[in-house]
């Protein structure tokens, strides 16, 4: 096993991907007992939740054992009026097609935070050994508060390039988040996403430009995919939507039920849900709104408008108008326990 993963004593060299609206700290903690490495995904969290979660998970691990706690490094954009306007131009429509009144769409909001000094703070108690980051990594001085107590820090990288700024900014190792990826892309060096690889193109790319540790993400989902990726010179894999599926996590039944549909086969990038390109199974609000992406705020600003068409479908049993984030490999995915699937995925990384 790598390194890397030896250093912070795991049994496999698994990350399992921190899946914010589908999770809290069972999974993390059920895939740590397992062996593998648990993340908590903490942008959408608020201080007392994050703390609360921190606790559990240390009460149940102990201090020594690794846990991964991911936050987001996106710029907090500006509300304009005349985004506020297109947004709802944009909306208007589906709210009447639903009988909803266009007329009470909410405003602009930020419902994901960056990673602040305060957050440093907060989490400092706690000492995880692993503090992974999305768009890129926060400024130098809270990444060497992050090692001061034996962090390492890891992010996604969609591109070689965005991997060397990684490694040169100080990444202890590098996510090679593919295209197949389920959930927000980390593409930060640039806003197209046409520059983004799959996962089997993108990991020996990076296994050849960089020191540091490369780790599979995207389309890794069976023993089949991991033993691929660590073929490719991978030193471990993360893993996310195989464990969409188990008891431990969060997924409500809306996403469980398309997940579990022919629709699952169809999934596509997106803006529409946070102003942000994710992958989710095409619903009515992708199909709708990814011909409108000029008229989509940036992230993180999109997701309060579409908050009530999400709501009025689900209490419908419907999931129309929710993210539901999925990778491309989808098609065999297990409802066993996330031990079970931790086990089975991270023996295949050893192998």
């Known amino acids: 096993m790598h390194p890397f993963f030896q250093h912070l004593g795991l049994r496999y060299p698994l990350i399992q991907a921190p899946m914010a609206g589908v999770q809290d700290f069972h999974l993390a903690l059920s895939v740590a007992q397992a062996g593998g490495l648990g993340s908590l995904p903490c942008a959408t969290l608020s201080a007392q939740a994050l703390q609360e979660n921190l606790q559990a998970l240390r009460q149940s691990l102990g201090a020594d054992s690794a846990i991964n706690v991911n936050f987001f490094c996106h710029s907090e954009p500006a509300i304009t009026a005349e985004a506020e306007q297109r947004w709802h131009k944009a909306l208007a429509p589906l709210y009447e097609e639903r009988g909803l009144d266009s007329q009470a769409i909410p405003g602009l909001q930020s419902g994901r935070q960056p990673f602040t000094a305060a957050l440093a703070d907060l989490?400092?108690?706690?000492?995880?050994?692993?503090?992974?980051?999305?768009?890129?990594?926060?400024?130098?001085?809270?990444v060497e508060q992050i090692k001061s107590w034996g962090g390492?820090?890891?992010?996604?990288?969609?591109?070689?390039?965005?991997?060397?700024?990684?490694?040169?900014?100080?990444?202890?190792?590098?996510?090679?988040?593919?295209?197949?990826?389920g959930g927000h892309r980390?593409?930060?060096?640039?806003?197209?996403?046409?520059?983004?690889?799959?996962?089997?193109?993108?990991?020996?790319?990076?296994?050849q430009s960089l020191r540091i540790p490369v780790i599979a993400a995207g389309g890794i989902a069976s023993v089949e995919t991991v033993r691929a990726a660590m073929a490719l010179g991978a030193a471990g894999v993360q893993v996310g939507t195989a464990y969409l599926l188990s008891p431990e996590a969060q997924t409500s039944a809306v996403h469980r039920q398309a997940l579990q549909s022919p629709a699952a086969r169809h999934t596509a990038l997106t803006r529409a849900f946070t102003g942000g390109a994710a992958r989710g199974i095409v619903n009515r609000a992708i199909q709708a709104l990814n011909t409108q992406d000029a008229d989509i705020p940036a992230f993180p600003l999109a997701s309060s408008a579409i908050a009530p068409l999400r709501s009025h479908a689900e209490a419908q049993g419907l999931g129309d108008f929710t993210p539901l984030w999925s990778g491309q490999n989808n098609q065999l995915l297990s409802s066993e326990s996330a031990a079970v699937i931790t086990e089975h995925l991270g023996q295949a990384a050893l192998q």
């Open 123 to 142: 989490i400092a108690p706690f000492k995880p050994q692993v503090v992974s980051f999305h768009f890129g990594l926060p400024p130098a001085a809270l």
């Open 152 to 181: 390492q820090v890891i992010a996604s990288a969609t591109t070689v390039a965005e991997g060397e700024w990684l490694q040169a900014h100080g990444a202890d190792a590098v996510i090679a988040q593919g295209l197949e990826a």
């Open 186 to 207: 980390g593409h930060f060096l640039s806003r197209d996403t046409s520059l983004q690889m799959g996962t089997f193109a993108l990991v020996p790319q990076l296994v």
